[in-house]
């Protein structure tokens, strides 16, 4: 049986950013760090990790030619991105345009917007549509091909189970006389009667 001590360290919240410098700062400065923002207690703090030289930065579109270290942190108590941002700055003298900070979410939000911004080189001014004239959508080919799928589409009933089947005929009943069983038989006979009178015994010898 877990203890109490291990629930509440299962149900422990941690606030997590990484956190963006443009400027030439030792990647060991952790301590630096965790001690900027020692009134959020820091649980972790990563090695900086430094970027290639670029000609332009995502994340500094004002700045050429630079590279990029990247911390990432993660807090006991919550904060603000712009929080955390002043206080690093204020901490390594640095302004606070060298310095970028965003939880999670922003950074997957930010990546989701900046997916297509590599340039791949080719020119769409100048280049022509392929030809189509989309026929296979629209028009009478369309329609054509529409009801050929309906004609291959054969519909037949589908006979369902249920609690009554025992009371239910199990097939339909048909008459052994064929097709004219369909018809019901009429009585030949008129209503008022076509028979003749049976004379009582009395007038039979009488002419």
Known sequence: MKTYKEYLMESKKVYEFKIKIA???DTNCSDTIKL???QYKVESCSTGKRTPIQETQIDFPEKKNISVTVFDVSLAYPATSSQIREAIADKLNLSLCCVKVRNLQEEAEMELNHQYDEVSGE???NTD???SNHQDLVGDKHAMSLLKELNKTKH????YTG???ELLAKSAPTDKNGPAA???KQNDTSVVGT???KLPALFKGAK
């Open 36 to 38: 900027a923002l020692n």
């Open 123 to 125: 020119s769409m001014l």
């Open 195 to 197: 028979h003749r009178n």
């Open 163 to 165: 609690v009554n089947d």
């Open 182 to 184: 369909d018809k019901l």
């Open 156 to 159: 037949s009933l589908e006979q």
């Open 23 to 25: 400027h030439d700062v």
């Open 129 to 131: 549509y392929e030809p």
